[in-house]
C-alpha cells in the first residue's frame, strides 16, 4: 500500500498533501491508498478523499468531529475506515469504535513529522489492541506508524501489527527496495 500523510496546519504544525496530490498519484497506480488525515475536521475532506482514490481514510480520534459522523461518512463511500490515536492517547479512546472501522493506527511518534525515533509504548498499545480483536466480529488491523525501521518491525509484529507503515526508513535508504522487502518479509 501507499500511505498518505494529509496535514492542515491545524491538528499538526505542519502541511502535507492535498486531495489533488493524490488524485494525481491516483492517475499511475492502482495499489490500495491508504490515507491516514492528521486534520481538524475531518468530515470536510471524505469526500474529495474518497473521489481522489483513497482506499482507507484513518482518521484521529482526537480531531473535532464526532467520530460516528466520520465513520458513516467513510462507509458511505464503500470504502474502508481507520481511526488514529496519538502517543498520549489511551486505547480506552477508540474502543468504543473497534466494531465500526476496518484498522487502528497507534501512532508510535508524535504525529506532523518524520524522522522521529520510536516510542516504546506504541508496543503496549499494538499488544493491548491485539487482546481485543478476537472478539469482535470482523477482522481489524493493527497499523504502527512513526520510526518503524527494519529493527523495529519484529517487535512490532510480535505484538500484533498487521500494517507496518515506514516512510523515513524506505526513502532514507540508498537502497529503498532492500528496506521494502526486509519490512515485507519480517516475522518474530
Ligand atoms: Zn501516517
Known amino acids: 500500500m501507499l500511505h498518505f500523510d494529509v496535514m ?5 504544525p505542519n502541511f502535507g498533501i492535498s486531495p489533488p496530490f493524490i488524485a494525481a498519484v491516483r492517475q499511475i497506480t492502482q495499489i490500495p491508498f491508504d490515507v491516514h488525515i492528521m486534520v481538524t475536521h475531518p468530515l470536510r475532506y471524505i469526500d474529495a478523499l474518497a473521489a481522489a482514490g483513497a482506499n482507507i481514510i484513518t482518521f484521529h480520534i482526537e480531531s473535532a468531529d464526532n467520530p460516528e459522523t466520520v465513520i458513516s461518512a467513510i462507509k458511505a463511500h464503500g470504502i474502508k475506515s481507520g481511526l488514529a490515536l496519538s502517543p498520549k492517547t489511551p486505547i480506552s479512546a477508540v ?3 473497534l466494531t465500526d472501522i476496518d484498522l487502528v493506527l497507534p501512532m508510535s511518534v508524535e504525529p506532523g513529522f518524520g524522522g522521529q525515533a520510536f516510542q516504546q509504548n506504541a508496543l503496549e498499545k499494538i499488544a493491548a489492541l491485539h487482546q481485543i480483536t478476537p472478539k469482535l466480529k470482523h477482522p ?3 497499523s504502527v506508524d512513526g520510526g518503524v525501521t527494519t529493527e523495529i518491525a519484529p517487535l512490532a509484529i510480535r505484538q500484533g501489527a498487521t500494517i507496518l507503515v515506514a516512510g523515513t526508513a524506505i526513502f532514507g535508504s540508498k ?4 528496506i521494502i522487502e526486509t519490512l515485507r518479509t519480517a516475522t518474530t
Open 8 to 12: 492542515d496546519g491545524d491538528f499538526v
Open 95 to 97: 474502543i468504543p469504535y
Open 140 to 142: 481489524l488491523d493493527i
Open 175 to 178: 537502497q529503498p527496495e532492500v
